[in-house]
């Protein structure tokens, strides 16, 4: 069963806009972690938040951590051609043995 | 350059057929994953290993093998192929737990099951 649920699906934007994602999880966890896939590769690590954090930033990149509602965000600002990728959250599992990845959101920029 | 690489990148099987599928990393991690991936489904974890000889099943197991004989390396068996097995496998490695760094993945195998 999967732990994180990514919002929306799929989302469409212009070069320049701001994209946000959401993350929802069932369960208490330790970390959130975000990361990227671009089509037909592997997935990249973006960014890792702790569960006593409430955001955190990286370049373009703005996470956001809500404990009490279960949910994160990903916040990529000023969006380029070269965002375009699906984007996964994943939330710690098995006492941190293992993350469980949600579906994804498929994020297409448009230039 | 130091990552996680799989081996092969695509493959065809016919039902019935066996194979394994070789991830090798070099940046000395203590954790090692293999995922499956398919439309819409997000990655579903196969099996896991924390350290060297060990081995752990995850969420989606069944008819598939691994071992972890090295740290650098984790073979992820299938003993006799289904088409419900035709997916991409990501292998995945990362430091001990509590202060996960995140995962580094491979490339990815593509396979097809006939």
């Known amino acids: 069963s999967q732990q994180g649920e990514e919002d929306p699906q799929a989302l469409s934007i212009q070069e320049g806009e701001n994209a946000t994602m959401n993350c929802s999880y069932k369960t208490s966890i330790n970390n959130l972690q975000w990361y990227r896939q671009n089509s037909g590769r592997g997935l990249v690590h973006l960014i890792l938040i702790r569960s006593n954090e409430r955001e955190k930033h990286s370049g373009r990149l703005r996470v956001t951590l809500d404990t009490s509602k279960k949910s994160s965000s990903l916040l990529i600002t000023a969006s380029r051609a070269a965002d375009t990728a699906s984007y996964f959250c994943a939330t710690d599992a098995n006492y941190g043995q293992n993350f469980v990845f949600g579906p994804g959101t498929r994020l297409s920029v448009l230039p | 350059n130091a990552g996680v690489t799989q081996t092969p990148k695509f493959r065809v099987l016919k039902t019935g057929q066996s194979m394994t599928l070789l991830c090798a990393q070099d940046?000395?991690?203590?954790?090692m994953y293999w995922y499956r991936q398919d439309p819409g489904m997000g990655l579903r974890l196969i099996h896991y290993s924390v350290g060297e000889g060990t081995t752990a099943k995850g969420e989606v197991p069944d008819g598939y093998n691994v071992s972890r004989l090295k740290k650098q390396n984790f073979l992820l068996g299938l003993e006799s192929a289904a088409p419900s097995q035709t997916s991409v496998y990501f292998c995945?490695?990362?430091?001990?737990?509590?202060?996960?760094?995140?995962?580094?993945f491979g490339s990815g195998t593509r396979l097809t099951v006939v």
């Open positions: 940046m000395n991690h203590e954790y």
């Open positions: 995945a490695s990362s430091y001990f737990q509590p202060r996960p760094y995140g995962y580094t």
